[in-house]
């Protein structure tokens, strides 16, 4: 992105981020001569520097300089980044598109060159965030073949990005994932000179390993744009990082790094990036969703607007016993998903099966499982397969199909399972359980449940653990049971069982029971030496077994 006349020490400190010194060059010699080029070199400098006033007015003031010497390529390059940075700073898609006509116009006229290539990947890129794959990957492709013809690896690079992204979305996952791997591999080579644009390969990998929840892979990709980061020191990077780090950590349970990532990513974004804040608020509250702290789930989903992530608000509301209202939200939410790019269509289709299967629309519940089918015989990865056999599952045993769910569940509980997914894994251990009941295995739902409570005590998912509570109380308070013997425990450290059954913590149980947090450690202590239980969550689930519980409420 170089200009072919520039002042080279303020390019040599962009090339090796340092952004300040750059920026400083750049404004000592604009204050002697104002060129385009220098203009060009302070525009990216206060990118870095998250500086959008200064960006925008540097690069603007280019592109005028620029057509004024009849440079017309050059103010088609500012204009192509121009239409970028309305994207990146304030989600301005009308005014992005508005900077690529402009620059099209500029060069149309001009033989191709690497610029007409930079104009086709910034066209598919805003083709993509708008919902056309066909045309993203058309685009693409364009802009690869002339990074190539003119030997810029970033551009090829990037096309090959923007290409694979493209295709994971319409689920071609193979034929995207082999673009994303030989552009990721280049964004790491020594070839690669632009800094955003190693960055940038990584990130279309990352999104699209999350599309396909390839949260494994994901990770991997998240290290190395955290080197970038530490290299570079880019809040926008460090924000995407953070927010994709906390994703991940989502799905392995690890819900406390993952408050601590998304609380970092919002504060990167706000003083970076404000139009990527969204996406960050969605996650944070499905992950206090999940958590069952439904009140701050909805505090975070109402600062997005009430229209906005309506397959989070459609779990919130079925989690909250309103299933009619949780179905319009995720049919609300399948038809804001663009149909031909069939893998944002998951998460609807999954709150679909969940809220129609709880409502008693079997129909409706069957056909949202057979385009999740249909999906994953494309896309084909463990996590999207154990999705479907959940939603298979739950789906067979709203319709009395008992035997058929409980194969379908155990498959999935061993899939999620393998992906590391605690929580999902969880959620269908207690399915399978109701599926065990009906079959008249009380036995094997206990076991089941009392599995799934240890887990969800575990993670701290509070309503999940409720769930699980009830289901092992009315199991058990429906059975000839004979009571776990508990004689040897003190009437105080029954208190304190029946507050680990229901979660609690030791600062928790403290406040309630108007004692000391050290005291409450030694009663634990005592616990799990008299039971013979090797952890709080084992405690936790002997006491419902016990029926503790009940006999706490009576």
């Known amino acids: 992105m170089r200009p072919a006349v520039a002042r080279p020490d303020g390019w040599r400190a962009l090339a090796e981020g340092r952004w300040e010194a750059a920026r400083d060059t750049f404004a000592t010699t604009l204050a002697r001569e104002e060129t385009p080029e220098s203009l060009e070199g302070l525009s990216w400098a206060a990118w870095w520097l998250d500086d959008a006033d200064t960006c925008f007015d540097a690069r603007e003031r280019a592109i005028r300089l620029y057509r004024k010497r009849g440079d017309a390529a050059s103010a088609a390059r500012m204009a192509t980044w121009l239409a970028a940075d309305h994207?990146?700073?304030?989600?301005?898609?009308?005014?992005?598109?508005?900077?690529l006509q402009r620059a099209h116009r500029l060069i149309a006229t001009l033989d191709t060159q690497p610029d007409h290539g930079w104009l086709a990947f910034h066209d598919g890129y805003v083709a993509l965030r708008q919902g056309d794959p066909a045309q993203a990957c058309e685009r693409a492709r364009h802009a690869s073949d002339i990074g190539r013809r003119f030997d810029v690896p970033d551009l090829e690079?990037?096309?090959?990005?923007?290409?694979?992204?493209?295709l994971v979305a319409c689920a071609k996952v193979e034929e995207g994932m082999r673009c994303l791997d030989e552009a990721t591999a280049r964004?790491?080579?020594?070839?690669?000179?632009?800094?955003?644009?190693?960055?940038?390969?990584?990130?279309?990998?990352?999104?699209?390993?999350?599309?396909?929840?390839?949260?494994?892979r994901a990770f991997e990709w998240c290290d190395r744009i955290a080197e970038f980061v530490e290299r570079y020191g880019s809040r926008y990077m460090l924000g995407f990082c953070r927010q994709h780090y906390a994703a991940v950590h989502m799905w392995r349970g690890r819900w406390h790094d993952a408050a601590a990532q998304f609380e970092?990513?919002?504060?990167?974004?706000?003083?970076?990036?404000?139009?990527?804040?969204?996406?960050?608020?969605?996650?944070?509250?499905?992950?206090?969703?999940?958590?069952?702290?439904?009140?701050?789930?909805?505090?975070?989903?109402?600062?997005?607007g009430s229209n906005s992530a309506p397959a989070c608000r459609s779990r919130l509301a079925l989690d909250r016993g309103d299933a009619r209202l949780a179905l319009e939200l995720a049919e609300r939410a399948l038809?804001?998903?663009?149909?031909?790019?069939?893998?944002?269509?998951?998460?609807a289709l999954e709150a679909i099966v969940a809220a129609a299967a709880a409502v008693g629309e079997r129909q409706r519940a069957s056909e949202a499982v057979a385009e999740l089918k249909q999906l994953t015989s494309l896309?084909?990865?463990?996590?999207?397969?154990?999705?479907?056999?959940?939603?298979?599952?739950?789906?067979?045993?709203?319709?009395?199909?008992?035997?058929?769910?409980?194969?379908?569940?155990?498959?999935?509980?061993?899939?999620?399972?393998?992906?590391?997914a605690p929580f999902e894994a969880a959620r269908a251990r207690l399915e399978l359980a109701e599926?065990?009941?009906?079959?008249?295995?009380?036995?094997d739902a206990v076991g089941e449940a009392t599995t799934a409570l240890e887990r969800l005590i575990q993670l701290g998912a509070q309503h999940e653990a409720g769930r699980a509570r009830e289901l092992l109380e009315r199991r058990l308070n429906g059975s000839n049971r004979t009571q776990p013997l508990v004689p040897e425990i003190t009437a105080r450290e029954r208190e304190v069982l029946c507050c680990l059954a229901e979660g609690l913590t030791n600062r928790q149980i403290a406040d309630r029971l108007v004692v000391s947090e050290h005291t409450i450690h030694r009663h634990v202590t005592s616990i799990l030496r008299k039971l013979d239980l090797p952890t709080r969550t084992a405690a936790a689930a002997h006491a419902v077994r016990a029926g503790l519980l009940d006999s706490s409420t009576t």
């Open 379 to 420: 896309a084909g990865t463990r996590a999207l397969r154990a999705t479907v056999g959940f939603a298979d599952g739950v789906t067979a045993l709203a319709s009395d199909e008992s035997d058929r769910a409980r194969r379908l569940l155990e498959d999935a509980v061993d899939d999620f399972e393998q992906c590391s």
């Open 157 to 166: 690079m990037l096309g090959l990005a923007l290409e694979g992204s493209a």
């Open 264 to 304: 970092a990513a919002l504060d990167a974004y706000t003083r970076s990036r404000p139009a990527y804040v969204a996406g960050v608020l969605a996650g944070f509250a499905e992950l206090r969703r999940r958590q069952g702290r439904f009140d701050e789930a909805e505090r975070l989903l109402d600062q997005l």
């Open 187 to 216: 964004a790491l080579d020594a070839d690669a000179v632009i800094p955003i644009s190693r960055a940038w390969a990584c990130c279309f990998m990352v999104t699209a390993c999350e599309t396909v929840r390839d949260y494994g």
């Open 435 to 443: 599926s065990l009941i009906s079959l008249g295995r009380s036995a």
């Open 87 to 99: 994207l990146d700073f304030h989600g301005a898609f009308a005014v992005a598109n508005g900077w």
């Open 335 to 347: 038809r804001q998903a663009p149909a031909v790019m069939v893998m944002t269509r998951v998460p």
